[in-house]
């Protein structure tokens, strides 16, 4: 008799495998970031087409095969469609996604690491929230949430604002990260506090952020 496991998650990252299967990385609360085998998944009308391209959030039903996890059954709850039809929005999705596959490992407790990512995708939607913002807090609070937050960088002359919204971003609950907007001043200092500790404690070149910046210098 077959032993299923049941996982509840986000692809992170799909690639293709011969001519109709797929290949996806699924960031799950109960074991980590995992690798899971769709067969079938790139034909025509197959039940795991859309379930398995990258931002699709549900549960997964898994059996384990020599190499990986196999896909048996899933059911998402949310696609963040939205995304799908915003250019910029989703390459600054498609970053998100990039940051977590890099940081994230196999059988590591990353619950808080999903709840960034899930949240941080329903923000970049609202339109009240400026993306700038959503994409400095979601890398300050990643370095945070992973032990790396190195403190104020004084690299620069920080206005008391912009401190008290790095350290609220650092210790708020993530479901309270969202909740404020900030002054035109103090969200360049904030964005470029961010990315200095992209580049410093990071330092990965994400190819979907080159896109984004590209998108942001054209408007």
Do not use: W
């Not at 929005?89 to 999903?114: H, K, P, Q, S």
């Not at 960034?116 to 370095?143: G, M, N, P, T």
């Amino acid at each position: 008799m077959q032993d299923f496991v049941t996982v509840t998650g986000m692809v992170i990252k799909a690639i293709p495998i011969s001519d109709y299967d797929r290949r996806i990385t699924i960031l799950t609360k109960e074991r980590g970031k995992i690798g899971v085998f769709a067969k079938g998944a790139r034909r025509m009308n197959n039940r795991f087409m859309a379930p398995t391209n990258p931002f699709s959030f549900g549960i997964f039903k898994l059996y384990e095969g020599k190499s990986s996890y196999n896909l048996a059954d899933v059911q998402i709850q949310n696609y963040f469609e939205n995304l799908r039809e915003d250019f910029e929005g989703a390459y600054l999705g498609m970053y998100f996604l990039e940051i977590v596959d890099y940081y994230t490992r196999e059988n590591n407790d990353e619950v808080e690491v999903l709840k960034l990512l899930y949240q941080s995708l329903r923000a970049i939607s609202h339109q009240s929230l400026k993306r700038e913002l959503v994409q400095a807090i979601f890398e300050i609070k990643i370095l945070a949430v992973n032990g790396e937050f190195p403190g104020i960088l004084h690299s620069q002359t920080l206005k008391s604002d912009t401190i008290y919204a790095v350290d609220y971003v650092v210790k708020s609950s993530i479901e309270k990260l969202f909740t404020f907007s900030l002054s035109d001043e103090i969200l360049a200092q904030f964005t470029q506090l961010a990315k200095e500790y992209r580049k410093k404690y990071i330092g990965n070149q994400f190819n979907s952020l080159e896109i984004v910046e590209n998108c942001r210098l054209k408007n």
